[in-house]
T-cell receptor, first 111, second 114 residues
Framework: GENVEQHPSTLSVQEGDSAVIKCTYSDSASNYFPWYKQELGKRPQLIIDIRSNVGEKKDQRIAVTLNKTAKHFSLHITETQPEDSAVYFC??????????FGDGTTLTVKP | SAVISQKPSRDICQRGTSLTIQCQVDSQVTMMFWYRQQPGQSLTLIATANQGSEATYESGFVIDKFPISRPNLTFSTLTVSNMSPEDSSIYLCSGAREPYNEQFFGPGTRLTVL
């Protein structure tokens, strides 16, 4: 089955700095790559996604890049704010829409 | 988007008993899924709930332990049967309108088995 690796597991940055989280996957047939943010005690919420026919997508301070040849994609958060502190999960959609999630990255933004 | 609710939000159960979790979507979705999330860990897919037919289970999960129903396009249930303390976890349902599209998650059911 699909194997998704996410790095780093924890990330601490100063407010205003950038944060980058990377994921690699194994199934070359995967073609949908969402990122979820999960605050403590809350449900995962989609923050950005990218499909296999696009190399980069940006939404305000958040961007995702995809390299299908190398089978990796990354989340970029610029001008981080304390409210960005949360656990971030990448996911890869395989056949029939099933998702395999990365292990998560705990992001801490220090004021 | 879709709004997903779950009942109960939490429960404390005795070993050997069963609990049924309900998942309601406010609009029709094509796909519905059930996940388990241990504290501080990632989401693990239990099964895909198929409307009107048996659910499709992932490796390590079986129908006898986690029977799932999906009678229509907006509702599903997950039963955790013959519970043991190892079943203590958060159980989340999700829905998606298309196979390669955004998933919307329910708020989760926090289960504690004593």
């Amino acid at each position: 089955g699909e194997n998704v690796e996410q790095h780093p597991s924890t990330l601490s940055v100063q407010e205003g700095d950038s944060a980058v989280i990377k994921c690699t996957y194994s199934d070359s047939a995967s073609n949908y790559f969402p990122w979820y943010k999960q605050e403590l005690g809350k449900r995962p919420q989609l923050i950005i996604d990218i499909r296999s026919n696009v190399g980069e997508k940006k939404d305000q301070r958040i961007a995702v890049t995809l390299n299908k040849t190398a089978k990796h994609f990354s989340l970029h958060i610029t001008e981080t704010q304390p409210e960005d502190s949360a656990v971030y999960f990448c996911a890869v959609h395989t056949n029939a829409g099933k998702s395999t999630f990365g292990d998560g990255t705990t992001l801490t933004v220090k004021p | 988007s879709a709004v997903i609710s779950q009942k109960p939000s939490r429960d404390i159960c005795q070993r050997g008993t069963s609990l049924t979790i309900q998942c309601q979507v406010d609009s029709q979705v094509t796909m519905m899924f059930w996940y388990r999330q241990q504290p501080g860990q990632s989401l693990t897919l239990i099964a895909t709930a198929n409307q009107g037919s048996e659910a499709t289970y992932e490796s390590g999960f079986v129908i006898d332990k986690f029977p799932i129903s999906r009678p229509n396009l907006t509702f599903s249930t997950l039963t955790v049967s013959n519970m043991s303390p190892e079943d203590s976890s958060i159980y989340l349902c999700s829905g998606a309108r298309e196979p390669y599209n955004e998933q919307f998650f329910g708020p989760g059911t926090r289960l504690t088995v004593l």
